[in-house]
């Protein structure tokens, strides 16, 4: 229970939508005929009506009502509570002003904060009948938006603010009469002050489609809201407090440095030539304002109109470029008027600023910067964002290869730019974004394949061509869209692998040999080696075990020589080896190769060309056989070598089909052969059955020579030539058997065993077993003589011509 409770007022006032609560008491007052000092007497919120007053109470109950003030209020008028403090300047605490709970006065030095007096249109007091809108008390109100005219400062009689000062206690209100008390009474006398009608007041009337009415609009809707969407603030909406700050910010900056006739630039000639007419009022406040321009909220509502109008030509911009634009103009009048601006000291322009007005400060700023602060700062990015901690920064560098992205690389390479240099400055640059590293650091930890130096100079270089602009854009877009996705390879991983053991020499051949291409020699092999590292690490090709110590240059030419000339198959064998070794050191999960999506590029007007625009078909037609080299299919194609390169690496052309000298010459019969006998079925015949090489040949139907070949390629000892023991080839079980028992002729054998029939007669002899002569008895009885006549040497009855 609230003690002390008002007896209940007889007569009703409902308040008006949007009315302040200083307005609706004096309706009250004015609807019961009596004093306001008793209605306030009554309601508990002033002196008691002996005339002491109580130093406890403040004196404008329009900032703010105690809970308990309300409430009594509200027992004796009958209006909701939550109503009544809807009517109080605290319904825009923290969205318009600041206003302290304890003291219940407004911060005069934030949000242009007005601790009293108002503004007012004199069409609207006509029309509500002399009814005060709250939001008329707010510094940032200057225009009525539903009769299309400015605001009034002053009563047209007095020449003072209305509502600075509590209405006299001892007199009788009448809505929409100025009730400002004469000044220099040390006790008010009985009265309603001036007395003057206020809505004969003239103001600037404006069209309906003014900057200043939009301006209005902008602002209250962000207020009521809480939140600023328009202009520059649609791509990243701000509380209203942050926006109202940055619009004070710009004003301050705008109103202090800017010319009278540079201002023409920045606000209609209509609310300058109503600026320079206009009358201020007299006071401190004045001459504060007058010292330093829109710390405070501006005196009148033309000025107020002029410097918000000004803030808006460049936070109202539906796009960052011409907002930047207007804010080198604001820069350049601010150092024209000797005050320092820099990226460290812009940001004392105001207190409570957020990232559009930052973003848009330090893109102003960035041709004055250097390369790499520009992408420390972010000053391509809109907005930019804040700078990164030391696990974001580990983070980037495990998602960057050493060597840039080619497809990423050829768009961003203007022509004359060396690509060997410009790849890793590019990747080290992408790890600046947003840091605070130094070149030379930051280079170290992509691997070392720069140094700060050379990127410093690939940056300047950049820069010079009149490509920085874009380039910086697009690096910083990459790594915002790195620091936000899960990138599926670690580099840093790969960058510490051990690649000594990568595709052996043995391995190499295997799959030459599977994919039916030419292994050539030692150097193909490293030449391979070198790529197949390149492509798994990251690193650059000269990184690599095996890379040539001298003569370095050529080394690099033949690897990519070898990057444009590959065929598909073995490109894609390539890739299966890397998969193995990735899936050996722990990351089989991983992809062998990952780029980000060039769509992140669009938008962006790049140096380079883009690689999509070639016509593959054509590209592998000139490039087939080696008719052309990457260098001149490019001139053919009007595009760069590394766009042809980038095409010829996604997509290898397949290799020319072959007249028949040219099979021979690259091995056709040889793979022929060896489809037609496989490893398995040449040892069954060489080893097992002990047939000879030629005995092969004839039986698969290849030349004696590709046995032989293939016998080396299978690692097949072959057996020595010249005379042979029998138990080199032939058991004499098996031969026994054969010839004896079952009497098949030493011809038949020969053939079987891929020798000579003379060759298996020998063989005979040398392992006792007799030979049947030509037109003889039987075996058995051919024997039983030879066991009484001695051994015999192979006679022409086994059909051998001797």
């Not at 539903?146 to 009448?174: I, K, M, V, W, Y």
């Amino acid at each position: 229970m609230i003690a002390d409770l008002p007896r209940t007022f007889p007569i009703r006032v409902a308040p008006l939508p949007g009315e302040a609560l200083d307005s609706w008491l004096e309706a009250l007052a004015h609807r019961m005929d009596t004093r306001y000092g008793d209605v306030l007497s009554d309601l508990g919120l002033t002196a008691t009506r002996t005339g002491r007053r109580n130093l406890d109470l403040p004196t404008d109950w329009t900032i703010a009502l105690l809970d308990q003030e309300a409430a009594r209020v509200t027992h004796a008028t009958g209006v909701d509570r939550d109503l009544l403090q809807s009517m109080t300047l605290m319904h825009f605490h923290g969205r318009a002003l600041l206003i302290d709970p304890d003291t219940r006065q407004v911060n005069r030095k934030r949000l242009w904060g007005r601790g009293n007096g108002s503004r007012y249109c004199p069409d609207c007091l006509a029309d509500s009948g002399g009814r005060w809108q709250l939001v008329w008390r707010l510094g940032w109100s200057f225009a009525c938006l539903q009769h299309c005219r400015l605001l009034a400062d002053l009563c047209p009689n007095c020449q003072r603010t209305p509502r600075q000062r509590l209405f006299s206690l001892e007199g009788q209100p009448t809505p929409g009469r100025c009730g400002t008390r004469p000044s220099r009474r040390v006790e008010p006398t009985p009265g309603s002050g001036c007395g003057h009608d206020l809505s004969t007041a003239h103001t600037l009337r404006l069209p309906r489609d003014h900057p200043v009415l939009a301006a209005q609009h902008h602002l209250l809707r962000t207020i009521e809201t809480d939140s600023a969407d328009f202009g520059l603030y649609a791509q990243l909406p701000q509380p209203a407090s942050v926006a109202l700050s940055e619009i004070r910010a710009v004003a301050g900056r705008v109103l202090t440095n800017v010319t009278a006739s540079e201002m023409s630039a920045w606000v209609p000639e209509d609310i300058l030539n109503a600026d320079r007419a206009s009358q201020h009022p007299d006071g401190a406040t004045q001459h504060k304002t007058l010292i330093r321009p829109g710390f405070m909220a501006p005196p009148t509502a033309i000025r107020t109109a002029t410097a918000v109008v000004a803030s808006l030509r460049i936070l109202g911009q539906p796009s960052p470029p011409p907002a930047i634009s207007a804010m080198r103009q604001l820069i350049d009048s601010c150092r024209d008027s000797a005050e320092k601006t820099t990226a460290t000291t812009i940001i004392t322009w105001g207190r409570g600023t957020g990232p559009i007005l930052r973003s848009v400060q330090l893109a102003a700023l960035g041709p004055t910067m250097r390369p790499s602060d520009q992408l420390r700062r972010r000053t391509a990015s809109f907005p930019a964002r804040s700078r990164i901690d030391e696990q974001q920064l580990n983070r980037r560098a495990r998602t960057l290869p050493s060597i840039f992205w080619p497809s990423w690389l050829v768009r961003l390479s203007p022509p004359g730019v060396y690509p060997r240099l410009l790849a890793p400055a590019l990747a080290t640059a992408t790890l600046l974004v947003g840091s605070r590293l130094h070149l030379h650091a930051a280079a170290t930890m992509l691997g070392s394949a720069t140094d700060g130096r050379v990127v410093s100079r690939m940056l300047q270089l950049l820069q010079d061509q009149q490509c920085w602009e874009a380039a910086s854009a697009a690096m910083v877009r990459l790594a915002e869209f790195l620091d936000a996705c899960d990138v599926p390879i670690d580099y840093e991983r790969r960058r510490r692998l051990d690649y000594s053991n990568l595709l052996p020499n043995s391995l190499w051949a295997e799959l030459c040999r599977d994919v039916e291409y030419r292994p050539g020699g030692e150097l193909r092999a490293r030449v391979a080696r070198c790529v197949l590292f390149h492509r798994i690490s990251g690193l650059p090709v000269e990184s690599a075990p095996g890379f040539a110590d001298t003569e370095q240059a050529s080394f690099r030419s033949e690897c990519e020589r070898f990057g444009e000339a590959r065929p598909p198959e073995v490109a894609h064998a390539l890739d299966d080896v890397a998969s193995d070794f990735l899936a050996a050191h722990g990351a089989g999960r991983e992809p062998v190769a990952w780029q980000p999506p060039i769509a992140l590029l669009d938008g962006i007007d790049l140096p380079g060309p883009d690689p999509a625009g070639i016509d593959i078909d054509r590209l592998h037609a000139l490039v087939q056989g080696h008719r052309y080299s990457a260098r001149s299919a490019a001139d053919a194609l009007d595009t760069s070598t590394e766009a042809v390169r980038i095409v010829l690496n996604e997509h290898p052309a397949p290799a020319a089909p072959l007249t028949k000298a040219q099979e021979r010459a690259a091995g056709q019969p040889l793979r022929i052969a060896r489809q037609l006998l496989p490893d398995h079925e040449f040892r069954l015949r060489y080893l097992d059955n002990c047939q000879s090489t030629r005995a092969i040949a004839r039986d698969v139907g290849i030349s004696p020579d590709n046995v032989l070949r293939l016998a080396h390629e299978y690692g097949i000892p072959m057996r020595k030539s010249g005379r042979r023991r029998q138990h080199d080839e032939i058991d004499r079980d098996w031969l026994f058997e054969q010839y004896v028992n079952r009497r098949r002729t030493l011809p038949d054998l020969a053939r079987e065993k891929g020798v000579s029939s003379t060759t298996m007669a020998k063989w005979a002899h040398e392992l006792g077993i007799p030979v049947r002569p030509s037109g003889g008895g039987s075996h058995g009885a051919y024997l039983q003589k030879g066991s009484t006549s001695g051994r015999r040497g192979p006679g022409p009855s086994d059909g051998i011509r001797l």
